[in-house]
């Protein structure tokens, strides 16, 4: 199994309020002594995971010098993938190029600025085939990435999404089995000729309709994305309670 982890933004929201020129991309956000990047790479080591790659563009070289560390310390195995268009793509177009040389693996994607649950993970992999995991409990907002599951297809997804008919939230940690690599890669380049802005989300919606997606629902498990000031504040206040789901933690 691959690893991949989606670090390539500038986190625009955050910037406002923390001075990332010195920090980095979000993923060295560091909350109750670890960079959100070591929870994820000390999880995948922790989950058999060969390989890592991450999806770098802004202050790439911060994340390259926290990777030695961290092969170092954790014994991972990295390949750092250069999205020079950073400034002006999205997530598709980075999980595009991370997936590149990947061929007949499964794969675990995170997007680089999320803080959860290691059990959120760990039921996640459970599951053998494509999977998603999806926030069932968390009161939604209009910036939430909303999903509409019907008869276990995703009906609907996105930000536009009404809140009254949404099902919950992709929370950005998902699985592609190998069977599937092939039509996600499809899927992805048809986004990105589409719009060089686009989501990745959306393959998930064109692979459900095939009935080979899977959901691993959070069921209250503490999560977040870190968009902006107040996403830290919540990541801050949750860390302990995640952080103790986490023995490989050094």
Not at 221 to 231: A, G, P, S, Y
Request: charged share 20%; with cysteine; proline share 0%.
């Amino acid at each position: 199994m691959i690893g991949i982890i989606l670090a390539a933004g500038r986190g625009q929201r955050l910037s406002r309020d923390v001075d990332l020129e010195m920090i980095g991309p979000k993923c060295l956000l560091t909350i109750n002594g670890y960079t959100l990047l070591e929870r994820m790479v000390s999880d995948l080591m922790s989950s058999n995971v060969d390989t890592i790659n991450i999806v770098v563009g802004y202050k790439a070289e911060a994340v390259q010098e926290v990777c030695t560390t961290l092969s170092k310390k954790y014994g991972a195995s990295f390949n750092l993938v250069n999205n020079n268009d950073y400034l002006s793509t999205n997530t598709a177009y980075s999980l595009n190029i991370g997936l590149d040389n990947i061929d007949n693996e499964d794969v675990v994607i995170f997007n680089g600025d999320t803080l959860y649950d290691y059990n959120i993970l760990n039921n996640l992999l459970k599951i053998s085939q494509t999977v998603i995991s999806v926030d069932n409990k968390k009161a939604l907002t209009d910036e939430s990435f909303k999903l509409r599951i019907v008869n276990n297809q995703i009906e609907a997804i996105g930000k536009t999404l009404t809140i009254e008919n949404a099902t919950g939230e992709f929370i950005g940690i998902s699985k592609i089995a190998r069977g599937d690599l092939k039509e996600a890669k499809r899927l992805l380049k048809t986004l990105i000729s589409d719009d060089l802005n686009n989501y990745y989300d959306f393959i998930y919606q064109s692979i459900s309709m095939s009935g080979n997606l899977a959901y691993s629902f959070t069921n209250g498990l503490k999560w977040t994305e870190i968009d902006d000031i107040h996403d830290l504040m919540y990541a801050k206040s949750i860390a302990d309670v995640s952080d103790g789901t986490r023995g490989h933690l050094r």
